[in-house]
Structure formats: structure tokens, C-alpha cells
């Protein structure tokens, strides 16, 4: 038992007999000296000895035993990372004349790994900075590339048992990073300020009413001042750039009171101070900026980073193929590939250009593009589109156009467009502020010329004016959507529902038209045996290896549904084996012929079958005499129909799209209930179909799983994906469902509505207190310390309500 | 006199207050919160040879930077 030992680099366990063995030249704490060393394979060995050559053996120490992934060698060849295409795409140059470059490490378990990557990278010539992102694995590395160029950073990661791969760093990205760091720091100076004014005001409440000489308030107010000043002009700064643009592009938005509010209510306490009499609102000014400044961190927080998602499609698409020349096969980069070249598939590689094939047939899985769930056979002198993947077939293509014009490079750019052309709802918050800000500003200019004709000093005037803005706090408002929101997020998030951006649940609430694509997300995906009709006795496991070798989704139905009846069963060695394309399989196992297909086959075979069925029939004949048909079907999901109505009930127009041909639709559709539905929709179709939904004032929201929704998926309002779907499609996406069931799209929905309602349940809290407190200030009511209490207690309300949401719908 | 003396201590306070905080605000735009995980990690790890590690990178950097620059 105790015959495994674990490797001395990767901890893998192994048995002793087959590890590499090597005497006394342990060096770590954790493998002293005269230790005997274990490895599992060369790879492990060359790393631990770069290691202790490189002087870097504390990694394992601080490793402590945790399991990695032992490096592999055979990585293609790094020299493509000197390019200079490689360079201009991922490649800046920064303002020291130093190259840096954004990659994504692979194989980081632990934080020794970080601290190894880094390590080993500072002790290069010519590395400046390497920096490695534990949490995303994203390293940023800064060099001299007159010292050493790309592929030794490259060669490096990968010599120490780790890959890198590049990704484009682009301006979206950093700007968002930079954007929440600009937060980060305007919001610690204005917590800070703002806490210490906190104390220094309940000095001045309590002389407020205990009695206090002017001196000391004078002190106190200088104090207030000093700390006041940085929050306003520095914190503050966001909201007098966003009214200055608001002003120019002639909206008033909520920056506007915010910011006039703010340094009126400034001006006024520096006046107070200098003058010595009445009291000074420099908490105030700190209250409110940094209230709202909270708020629109809240906002920022949760929005969507659009950047990755090309970066992830880049990744999908191989950099290189193989292609025939001068009677040998060599690999050649794909922007290289002219028309006419000739290209090498093996089965499981993506074609990556549009061609014919002229050597080798097989299956091809198309649903990348057309949503056939069936591959579908092609064989010499037929044409390939780029972007399907070949299943078995092993083939010689030549390609018709470049790699720039094939039809996935155009399914990549329409994507692009897509991105760009979403639609936005504009946000009832923002909306309802610009109407808000604008009778805030009035009704204090108001006030102000009543209280000044109606004989009063101008003293007097202009602070009964301020006291309104003051008042007309906007906490509570700009509160009021990022509270409700963040509820949202979180109930969703707890339910398995992932909403990329907080803005969707109010898009996801106004929606009127749902659109479901059939295969994945209607149904299970996969055909399944629905019924078994057995004709004669016959061994189960004949069929089981008979199908077992077949790819086909219905030979693969057909053994899961054996699989589940007898676990234990297993498959048997046929003496001759063959799949006949669109038709089945032919077997023989001793002296006896076993054949496996569609109804096509049998007949082939002279074999009578009558069997009528409206499903996918597999017939299986041993000795030209059936035995055994299976029915199969896509199953629709359980409560797929349940859902429907239940959408339906609301008043959402619910339509089907999908690539499948006209009968399947139509079963399917009928199933769950739906009368609307469009079959033989390709990717392209599916997007018109949202864009002209849009024309006609639609909002749409789109849920699919596949490659081929994505460019609907794109375009519509909402794109929803399940989390089974490809990485693509979830990239893509504004809402995941990760446990892929239609519950969750009508929970979506729900919390959608809920937020929403929230949203504007808040914001009517926030209108009726200042329906209330506003007269009162025009009034002349209002003193230091009701405005202060009522500007907490607002904001209070407004968290309390959003509180009560939650706890509401996590007692359901 | 009173007076001064509670000036003083409402300014001694805010001053050393505002040390720190402009201490927080150098290790946020220094990139040291960048990384929630690695920032936990550097109070395990972080030793003298981390400090002459640093130190070396900044002087290799200073000398690059003389050869790139001679203007």
C-alpha cells in the first residue's frame, strides 16, 4: 500500500516502481540534503532542477505540498510570439520606452505559483516588472526588448511548468480598472473626512443646545472646514465634471444639485465662519458627497466588461494549421493560408476556411452555424464552411478564400457590430433626476427672491435658499437604484442567476417579446430512447459495443439508454466493423451480421420494416431479422410548457427560432404550447429577427446556448445563455442560468420586476420625504439638526425598504 | 487659553489622521490592494530577501532607463 510516493516537484502520487529516482541533491527545507528524490516524470525533474539551479528552492516550502499539474513539452514553438504582427496586437510600448505585454498564466494552484512566476521573471535580464493577478491570473510584464525578446519571457513561464498565453489588455479594460482605483481613492478621503466631521459635529449639537461660545464654535467650524475642503474639490470633483458635461450637452442631470447644493452650502459656512454667527453645514457638504459618491460606486461596481468577450472568442481559433506542400504536410500560420491551399483536418480540429474537399469523408458538426443538431456527411467534391468542427473525418480540403473573408472571420466581425449596435433602455433613475434636479434648482431661486422682496435681509434669503438644496438631499435618491439593485444581484445570484450588469434588471423588467431557441435550451439537447420494442431475444451487449463506437447522437442515445438499464454491461470485439455514412452501422461478431440504422439501411438490406413512428427510429437486425427499434426524441425539458404559459399569462409574446427543419420545430412547438415559430433560421436569420422586432418597438429578450445564437444573442436587449451552453455564447451573454433550468429564466424575470418595483418604491420614499421637508424649508423651518437627522433618516428608509425586499423573497 | 488647547488637539489629531490616510492612498495607487489574495500573501512571505528582490528590480530599472535615455 505504502509503495506510492509523491513527486518531489508536482506531489502527484505515484507508485514507486515506475517514478524517477535520483540521490542527495535535496535542497529545500521540505527535501534536505542526502534525501533520496522521486519524480514523476522528466518534466517534474527539469523543473526542480532549473529550480535549485536558479537558487529559487523556497517555492517549495511555501508550497507546502500543494498538487500541480506537471509541466508538458510539447508547446509550439515560441518564436511566433516575436512576430511583428504578435507585437502590434498585444504588444505596448510604455512611456519609459519599456515593451509590456498582458498575458494569462496557466497552471497557477497557489500563491507560491505567483511568487515563483515572479521570481523567476525578476531574475531575467532585461524583465522590469512582472506582476502576476492571483485571483485572475492575469500577469502584466514590462521589459527592454533591446535585452531579450517576447518568447524567452515565454520560454521561461513555460521551462518553470506553467503557459502563458497573450490577451489584449484593451483601453476598455484599463480604463474600467483605473476608473474603480480613481473611486477607491476619492472615497477614502471622503469617508475619512467625512467620519472626523461626524465627531467634531457632535461638539456642535451639543453647544447647540447646552450653550457654547463663539470661539470655540469658530474653532470647531475651522476645523469642519479644513477637513470638508478636500472632500468637496477632490471626492467632489466627479460631480462638477458630470454637471459641467451634463450643462454642455444641455441635460440637467442629478450631478447638477449635487454639486450646486454642495459648494452653495460651502460658501455659505465659509461665510459663517469668517462672519462668526449662525451655524456652519460643513458636515453637510461632506455627507452629501460622500453619500452619493457611495452610490455611484455602487453602479460602477456592477458594470459589464465588454472587453473580454472578444479576447475569449480569439482564443477559440487556432493560430496555425497544417497544410500540404510539395507532398508534405507543414504548419502554417492562418494569416498566411492563401485560396487554394491545401488543408489538413484530422477528426476533432474546427475548420477554420471555407472549402471543398478533396480527399476523405465523414461527419461534420455544423451547428456552430446552422443550429442542425445533426452532423451531417460530407465526402469529396463538397464544400466545408469554416467554423464547423469535423467529427470523424479525417480530410484534405482546399481552401476557396483567405482566412479574412472566410465565413467565420465574418461571423467574428458581425459580432462586433452586434456588440455595438445593443440597445440601451434608458434608466428611470436617471430620467426621473433630470425633472427632479431641475424644480429642486427652481424652487430655491423661488424661495430665495420671495424671502428677499418680502422684506428680509439677503443673509437670511440666501440660507433659507440653501436650506432647500440641503434639504432636497439627494442621498436617498441617488441611493435609492444601487441599493435595490445590489438586492437584486444578490437574489438572483443565490438562485443560480448571474446578471452580468446591474442595468439588466430594469431592461429585464420592461421586457415584451421572448424569444427560445429549441435545441439546449426547450430541450435536453440530446436524443433520447423514449420507447424500446423488442422483437426477439437477443444479447444486449452485442448492441452496446455496436453502438458504442459510433459518434452519431442517435448511436450515443442508444447506449446511454442500454447504460442506464445495466450498469455493468460491456461491449464485446467485433471481427468487422463498419459505419455506413447516413445510413448506420455493420457489424460482424462470430459468423453473425449485426447491423444498426435508419429505416434506409434496413430496406438496403432487404429487410421489411413496417414500423410507423413520428420519431427518430433505430433499427437494429441481427441476421437480416429485426430484433430490437428504438424510438428516440429531443426531449422537451419538464417544465418547459409550465413556463411558457406562465410567460405567456404576462403578456410576453414567446416565439421559437431554431435551425432545425420544419417537422421537428413543429413538434416541439406544439408540445410546449407555442403557436409562434420559425424553423431553418441560420445565425444571421436569427439576429434580423431581433433587429426587426426592434424596428417595431419590441423589446426582446433572447435565450439560447449555442454558438450559433450568438449573434442574436448579441443584438437582442437581453441575451440569456444557460451555463451548460458554449463558452462563447456565455461570454456573450447579459444573464446566465448555471443549473440550465427554464425556473430560473421565469425567476429572472420575477426579481427583475421585484428590483424594478423596488427601484421606484425607493424613489417614491425619497419624492414623499421631500414633498414633506421641502415646504418646510421654504418655510424658513428647518434647523442644522433636523436637516441633519432627516437626511439619515432618508437614506435609512430607503436601505430599510430594499432590506425588506430580500427578506421577503428569501422566506419564500 | 482653553481655546488653544482644544484647537491644538483637534489639529494634532487631524494631522496624524491625514498621515495615514495619505499612507492608504499610497499603497491604493501603488497597486498594493490590487490583488486581495497576493496583498494577504505578502504578510506570509514578504522577508529581507523580498526587500532586496524589490530593491534590485528598482535598480536595474534606473539603470535601463540611463542606458535608453541619454538625453
Known amino acids: 500500500m505504502s509503495n506510492s510516493v509523491a513527486c518531489n516537484h508536482c506531489h502527484l502520487e505515484f507508485d514507486k516502481s515506475v517514478m524517477i529516482v535520483e540521490e542527495g541533491v535535496g535542497f529545500s527545507v521540505a527535501t534536505p540534503k542526502n534525501h533520496t528524490l522521486y519524480f514523476c516524470c522528466n518534466g517534474c525533474q527539469g523543473v526542480y532542477h532549473l529550480l535549485s539551479d536558479e537558487g529559487l528552492e523556497s517555492f517549495y516550502d511555501k508550497a507546502e ?38 498575458l494569462i498564466i496557466e497552471g497557477i494552484h497557489c500563491s507560491a505559483c505567483v511568487w515563483l512566476n515572479e521570481k523567476a521573471l525578476h531574475k531575467m535580464e532585461g524583465v522590469i516588472e512582472a506582476n502576476i493577478n492571483f485571483t485572475n491570473n492575469k500577469a ?79 474653532i470647531l467650524n475651522i476645523a469642519e472646514g479644513v477637513l470638508a475642503t478636500p472632500v468637496l474639490f477632490y471626492s467632489g470633483w466627479v460631480f462638477y465634471r458630470g454637471a459641467y458635461y451634463g450643462l454642455k450637452n444641455r441635460v440637467i442631470n442629478m ?43 455602487l453602479e460602477i461596481l456592477s458594470k459589464k466588461n465588454a472587453a473580454d468577450t472578444l479576447d475569449i472568442i480569439g482564443k477559440h481559433i487556432p493560430s496555425v494549421v497544417n497544410i500540404l506542400k510539395d507532398d508534405a504536410i507543414v504548419s502554417c500560420k492562418i494569416g498566411d493560408v492563401v485560396a487554394g491551399d491545401i488543408i489538413v483536418v484530422s477528426s476533432g480540429e474546427k475548420l477554420l476556411f471555407d472549402g471543398e474537399i478533396i480527399k476523405g469523408e465523414g461527419f461534420f458538426d455544423e451547428s456552430n452555424l446552422t443550429g442542425e443538431s445533426e452532423p451531417i456527411y460530407k465526402k469529396v467534391a463538397q464544400s466545408v464552411i469554416s467554423g464547423t468542427t469535423s467529427i470523424d473525418a479525417d480530410i484534405f480540403y482546399r481552401a476557396s478564400k483567405d482566412f479574412k473573408h472566410s465565413t467565420l472571420s465574418n461571423l467574428v466581425h458581425l459580432l462586433e457590430s452586434a456588440i455595438n449596435k445593443k440597445p440601451r433602455i434608458e434608466q428611470m433613475a436617471n430620467r426621473l433626476s433630470e425633472y427632479f434636479s431641475a424644480v429642486i434648482l427652481g424652487f430655491s431661486v423661488l424661495t430665495f427672491s420671495l424671502w428677499y422682496f418680502w422684506p428680509h435681509s439677503f443673509e437670511i434669503s440666501f440660507m433659507v435658499a440653501i436650506s432647500v438644496i440641503v434639504i432636497a438631499c439627494p442621498c436617498a435618491l441617488a441611493l435609492a437604484t444601487p441599493v435595490a439593485t445590489l438586492v437584486g444581484l444578490s437574489l438572483g445570484a443565490q438562485r443560480g442567476i448571474l446578471f452580468k450588469e446591474a442595468a439588466q434588471l430594469e431592461t429585464m423588467a420592461k421586457i415584451d417579446t421572448l424569444i427560445l431557441d429549441k435545441t439546449g435550451t426547450l430541450t435536453i439537447g440530446k436524443p433520447e430512447v423514449v420507447e424500446e420494442h423488442l422483437y426477439a431475444a437477443f444479447d444486449t451487449s452485442l448492441l452496446y459495443a455496436l453502438v458504442s463506437a459510433s459518434k452519431h447522437p442517435v448511436a450515443q442515445g442508444v447506449k446511454n439508454y442500454l447504460y442506464q438499464k445495466d450498469e455493468t454491461i460491456a ?114 436569420g436569427k439576429a434580423d429577427y431581433v433587429s426587426m422586432l426592434h424596428e417595431q418597438g419590441k423589446r426582446v429578450v433572447m435565450v439560447g446556448d449555442g454558438v450559433n445564437d450568438i449573434l442574436a444573442l448579441a443584438r437582442a436587449d437581453i441575451g440569456i445563455v444557460m451555463g451548460s451552453g458554449s463558452d462563447i455564447a456565455v461570454e456573450m451573454s447579459d444573464i446566465v442560468l448555471l443549473n440550465d433550468s427554464l425556473h430560473s429564466l421565469e425567476d429572472a424575470f420575477k426579481i427583475s420586476r421585484t428590483t424594478y418595483g423596488l427601484i421606484r418604491q425607493n424613489l417614491g420614499i425619497s419624492l414623499i420625504y421631500n414633498a414633506i421637508t421641502i415646504p418646510l424649508a421654504m418655510a424658513g423651518y428647518v434647523i442644522p439638526l433636523v436637516a441633519a437627522i432627516s437626511m439619515s433618516v432618508s437614506s435609512l428608509l430607503v436601505v430599510g425598504n430594499s432590506m425588506r425586499i430580500r427578506y421577503k423573497w428569501n422566506k419564500n | 487659553m482653553d481655546n488653544w488647547v482644544i484647537a491644538m488637539m483637534l489639529g494634532a489629531s487631524i494631522f496624524l489622521g491625514a498621515v495615514a490616510l495619505f499612507a492608504f492612498l499610497w499603497a491604493i495607487k501603488n497597486g498594493q490592494f490590487d490583488d486581495e489574495e497576493k ?10 530577501d523580498e526587500l532586496n528582490d524589490a530593491l534590485k528590480q528598482e535598480q536595474k530599472k534606473q539603470k535601463l532607463k540611463k542606458q535608453y535615455r541619454p538625453e
Open chain 1, 140 to 218: 502584466h510584464i514590462v521589459w527592454s526588448d533591446e535585452i531579450l525578446k517576447l518568447s524567452s519571457i515565454i520560454d521561461m513561464i513555460r521551462a518553470i511548468g506553467y503557459n502563458a498565453y497573450p490577451y489584449d489588455a484593451s483601453i476598455q479594460e484599463a480604463h474600467a480598472n483605473k476608473e474603480r482605483k480613481e473611486y477607491y481613492l476619492k472615497m477614502a478621503v471622503a469617508i475619512f473626512a467625512s467620519m472626523n466631521i461626524m465627531w467634531i459635529a457632535v461638539a456642535q449639537y451639543a453647544g447647540y443646545f447646552t450653550g457654547i461660545t463663539q470661539d470655540i464654535k469658530t
Open chain 1, 65 to 102: 505540498g500543494i498538487k500541480l499539474t506537471p509541466p508538458t513539452k510539447q508547446y509550439q514553438d515560441s518564436s511566433n510570439f516575436n512576430s511583428a504582427a504578435f507585437y502590434e496586437r498585444f504588444v505596448n510600448i510604455n512611456k519609459d520606452g519599456f515593451h509590456e505585454v498582458s
Open chain 1, 255 to 297: 450631478d447638477l444639485p449635487v454639486a450646486t447644493g454642495a459648494s452653495l452650502t460651502y460658501i455659505y459656512s465659509l461665510y459663517i465662519t469668517i462672519y462668526e454667527r449662525g451655524e456652519a453645514y460643513f458636515d453637510s457638504v461632506s455627507m452629501i458627497i460622500t453619500f452619493v459618491l457611495i452610490g455611484k460606486f
Open chain 2, 39 to 48: 496583498f494577504l500573501n505578502a504578510a506570509k512571505y514578504d522577508g529581507e
Open chain 1, 571 to 684: 461491449g464485446l470485439l467485433f471481427d468487422t466493423y463498419k459505419q455506413i455514412p447516413s445510413l448506420g452501422i455493420s457489424a460482424w461478431y462470430q459468423q453473425r451480421e449485426i447491423l444498426g440504422g435508419n429505416h434506409k439501411l434496413m430496406e438496403e438490406n432487404g429487410i421489411i420494416a413496417t414500423f410507423e413512428s413520428t420519431d427518430t427510429l433505430f433499427y437494429v437486425a441481427i441476421d437480416k431479422k429485426i430484433v430490437a427499434i428504438y424510438e428516440l426524441r429531443d426531449k422537451v425539458k419538464e417544465d418547459a410548457k409550465e413556463i411558457i404559459a406562465a410567460f405567456q399569462k404576462r403578456n410576453i409574446s414567446v416565439i421559437m427560432l431554431t435551425g432545425d427543419n420544419e417537422n421537428a420545430a413543429k413538434k416541439v412547438a406544439s408540445e410546449v404550447g407555442l403557436t409562434a415559430f420559425y424553423c431553418n433560421q441560420t445565425p444571421q
